[in-house]
């Protein structure tokens, strides 16, 4: 049995007109409360047939959650650096699944450093976006989609580092749907993708200043670049008040928290500018557990 489980596919009353179905894709619901296991899990699975005795994670966020939770399913013992700006409820979390945490640097890149510095020949190091194992991972809620009967003509879906992005195209291409064009949405501060489909090369930014710190990969992965390129990939930014006003929207229409990272493509579909003549339209609901109602109430408030 695989570590992620299969999510309801739903037709949103609340976003669909009647010349427009909006299908959500309920990732949330994953029980470590992100698609991120659906890839994490593969990988973890794959690493351990391959003899790993500890996975090492450099992730405050849903990849190091969901790496923990890997690891207590295997019965692995699992570490995570993190940075000391993480949420001390990151933290919890991580904990709440029995891995190691170890608070190291005032950055994503210090914490990063000991975790590479650690690793054993026996250890597997667990990125959060760029390996090919969890695309492989990721994959697999487009082959639900898929059984389910569903072919959309557009699937909008949040970028961060970008796994998720390969994940999908790796899907649409694995069930004959490579002419599907995707909608990839990022927000202002954390617009890693757009800003290098303007420049025409991957460009690194300097810092992330978006409160979707899910999305705050500073370069996305190679492959996401390249997908580009040989995919239809629409990119679109939208402001972090945005996201969170759809975060906010959508516990009032689905009864389902989420992060900002996951509000952003929320607001796309909301919008419905993007979303042109569609008839179906996929939205891929990734999820994120770090924010609480009372968090995105407090950035609701701040940001009118
Ligand atoms: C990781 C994550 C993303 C971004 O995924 P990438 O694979 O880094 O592009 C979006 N939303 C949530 C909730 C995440 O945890």
Redesign the pocket.
Known sequence: MPLHIETPLLESAAMSTPAQSVWLKMDALQPPG?F?IRGIGFACEEYARRGARRFVSSSG???GIAAAYAGRRLSIPVVVVVPETTSARAMELIRREQAEVIVHGASFQEANALAQSMLLSTDAFIH??DDPLLWQGHASMIDEVARAGLTPDAVLL????????CGVVAGLRRNGMAGVPVIAVETVGADSLAQSVAAGERIELPRISSLAT??G?RKVAEQAFEWTRQHPVHSVVVPDSAAVAACMRFIDDHRVVV?P??GASLAVAYDRAALGACRNVLVVV???VTATVGQLQAWATERR
């Open positions: 992100s991120k966020g849903n990849a959060p976006f949040s970028v961060g580092g970008g796994g998720l992005l899910s999305l990969a992060e990272a996951c990734c999820g994120g």
